[in-house]
T-cell receptor, first 115, second 114 residues
Framework: GENVEQHPSTLSVQEGDSAVIKCTYSDSASNYFPWYKQELGKGPQLIIDIRSNVGEKKDQRIAVTLNKTAKHFSLHITETQPEDSAVYFCAASIRGNTGFQKLVFGTGTRLLVSP | DAGVIQSPRHEVTEMGQEVTLRCKPISGHDYLFWYRQTMMRGLELLIYFNNNVPIDDSGMPEDRFSAKMPNASFSTLKIQPSEPRDSAVYFC???FGRGTTEAFFGQGTRLTVV
């Protein structure tokens, strides 16, 4: 299958709180899981990624966890700031019918951080 | 490098007209992707190329859509004839390596078909 499900669709938090976004995927062969941030009027930009041989990765206030058995991965943002407000997309590498890997994106989470 | 460059940034056209969207990938990247973004369907992969060769066009919605990559530094996505339901933001992205490496996105073209 080529499905990547993402929840929640919207998330409102107070500045300083943590935010968690969760995704599930269906292809057991998926081995690359990036997270993109999209600001208004711009294209998505990679913020962090994780590969299947790693269970957790952290970069300052951002962390991603991966559970290959359950086929889900999550984005964690701590000490949120107003500039974190954006739409966040998860993605998973899927082996298409051609045998090549391609990225399939989740439906996005609109994060709003209130001062 | 200036990143992935798309043109135009905005396009408004009448139903039935031909629309051509353009993309210049990052130099040295060997994969190029065309995505469509709408509120209802999110980011959809339309087609992607490897070394200028179309690999998977299963996401192209119908025969009205076509894409070409005549050389490593240029690609086009054409819609002929355009319809109001084609209104969306179209993104081009490029990467070095397979779909297991970072894809760099352009700023997108916002297409409105009236």
């Amino acid at each position: 299958g080529e499905n990547v499900e993402q929840h929640p669709s919207t998330l409102s938090v107070q500045e300083g709180d943590s935010a968690v976004i969760k995704c599930t995927y269906s292809d057991s062969a998926s081995n690359y899981f990036p997270w993109y941030k999209q600001e208004l009027g711009k294209g998505p930009q990679l913020i962090i990624d994780i590969r299947s041989n790693v269970g957790e990765k952290k970069d300052q206030r951002i962390a991603v966890t991966l559970n290959k058995t359950a086929k889900h991965f999550s984005l964690h943002i701590t000490e949120t700031q107003p500039e974190d407000s954006a739409v966040y997309f998860c993605a998973a590498s899927i082996r298409g019918n051609t045998g090549f890997q391609k990225l399939v994106f989740g439906t996005g989470t609109r994060l709003l951080v209130s001062p | 490098d200036a990143g992935v460059i798309q043109s135009p940034r905005h396009e408004v056209t009448e139903m039935g007209q031909e629309v051509t969207l353009r993309c210049k990938p990052i130099s040295g990247h060997d994969y190029l992707f065309w995505y469509r973004q709408t509120m209802m369907r999110g980011l959809e992969l339309l087609i992607y190329f490897n070394n200028n060769v179309p690999i998977d066009d299963s996401g192209m919605p119908e025969d009205r859509f076509s894409a070409k990559m005549p050389n490593a530094s240029f690609s086009t996505l054409k819609i002929q004839p355009s319809e109001p339901r084609d209104s969306a933001v179209y993104f081009c992205a490029s990467s070095f390596g397979r779909g297991t490496t970072e894809a760099f996105f352009g700023q997108g073209t916002r297409l409105t078909v009236v």
